[in-house]
């Protein structure tokens, strides 16, 4: 993320029966960005599955990315606030969807935060602290996890 240049080659395409053993609408896997039919190709579900290429092919690897699915998922939601909050875009944050009043508050000053200082190892250090408690995603889930997705990006 911080060199521009990605040297590699998504597919993105429409595939029922990729997605067909997941409650998934999109998807990234094994270099493809899937979708379960034309209708689902918004740009939420590429940002999002763009987001989980990196993680992936730049980052972690498939087999970390397993390891710490919880984590990378909420990485992805995360990044998706801050740039929706840097950007001054206002809506809704993805990250504290479904959550108590008392998560979503706190998420959100969080978020907030970041955006108001900059700080980036202040706001990584609080990042397990809301991922152990995301409600969003029930995969595995590491507290020695870092997000060098985050890190690397709002450096």
């Not at 498939?62 to 929706?84: G, I």
């Not at 008392?102 to 955006?115: H, S």
Request: charged fraction near 25%; glycine fraction near 6%.
């Amino acid at each position: 993320l911080a060199d521009p240049v990605f040297p590699v080659k998504l597919i993105f395409r429409v595939d029922p029966q990729a997605l067909q053993s997941t409650e998934a609408l999109a998807g990234y896997i094994n270099g493809q960005i899937l979708f379960r039919s034309n209708y689902y190709i918004r740009a939420h579900y590429i940002q999002e599955e763009m987001i989980h290429a990196t993680q992936e092919l730049v980052f972690y690897g498939r087999n970390h990315m397993e390891a710490c699915r919880k984590n990378v998922e909420f990485e992805a939601k995360v990044f998706q606030d801050l740039v929706t909050r840097l950007k001054e875009e206002g809506g809704g944050m993805i990250g504290s969807v479904d959550h108590s009043n008392e998560f979503m508050d706190k998420y959100k000053n969080w978020i907030d935060g970041f955006v108001e200082n900059h700080n980036i190892n202040l706001f990584i250090r609080r990042f397990n602290e809301f991922c152990s408690s995301w409600r969003g995603y029930s995969g595995n889930y590491q507290a020695s996890f870092v997000p060098e997705v985050l890190m690397s990006y709002f450096k």
